[in-house]
């Protein structure tokens, strides 16, 4: 297309409400060019609509994509950081093992009252870290465990689902849990997953009373340094 027709398809085009920016695109020139050309145009009341709609909706599109740009660059940067934190752990060795189990109790065991090991949490995942702790650490078996549910009453329906829950979870038999301790507490609000709710699991050991004492132990010696 030749200069003369250029400016004769610009023309037609802002007359038509385009915005100078845009014939400066379509036609493949530059913005001042555009507005040279049609300066002596006049939009009428309509043509102005359509022009704002324009604007408008080139706006959106354009805070769309730069939404999406956004989103894009911090779900590359998420996954950044999970690859960084996955990879930081390297092999797990039984000294890793060690120190996290003395962690988790130093936040969730018994370390007051009598000398009984306990431990509670709600997290299956901490649960299953902790009993692994047990077994490769201080070498406690698995049927040697005494578990106890606590749970909100108005789950009470639910007992016999939820002490099948943590049986399956902790690879126990149900016999090896006490009386299901069911919390008188006036709930506030409905929560969305009532149906995937179990409570907390408290795990005790037979005869740990000396498995205690080690644990304390080594938390002492580790928060004196």
């Not at 200069?3 to 610009?10: G, I």
């Not at 324009?54 to 354009?62: C, E, L, T």
């Not at 709930?187 to 005790?204: A, D, E, S, W």
Request: glycine residues 6%; aromatic residues 8%.
């Amino acid at each position: 297309m030749s200069l003369p027709e250029k400016k004769k398809e610009a023309m037609i085009l802002r007359q038509n409400g385009l915005g100078i920016k845009k014939i400066s695109l379509v036609l493949n020139i530059s913005q001042s060019t555009v507005s040279r050309w049609c300066k002596d145009i006049v939009l009428s009341k309509n043509q102005k609509i359509i022009l704002t709609k324009n604007r408008y909706f080139a706006g959106i599109k354009s805070l769309k994509k730069y939404n999406n740009i956004r989103r894009q660059i911090q779900q590359k940067k998420k996954q950044d950081d999970e690859n960084a934190g996955k990879n930081s752990i390297g092999k797990w060795s039984k000294r890793d093992l060690y120190i996290a189990g003395l962690a988790l109790y130093w936040g969730e065991g018994y370390k007051k009252g009598n000398n009984e090991f306990g431990f509670t949490n709600s997290d299956p995942k901490i649960i299953l870290i902790i009993i692994k702790w047990l077994e490769q650490i201080y070498k406690v078996k698995r049927e040697n465990l005494i578990l106890r549910v606590s749970i909100n009453e108005i789950h009470k329906h639910r007992v016999n689902e939820v002490l099948k829950y943590w049986c399956s979870l902790t690879g126990t038999d149900i016999s090896q849990f006490t009386k299901t301790s069911l919390v008188k507490t006036k709930v506030l609000r409905n929560y969305k997953n009532y149906q995937i709710h179990f409570g907390t699991l408290r795990i005790k050991i037979r005869n740990g009373s000396g498995i205690r004492t080690q644990i304390l132990s080594a938390l002492k010696e580790i928060s004196s340094r």
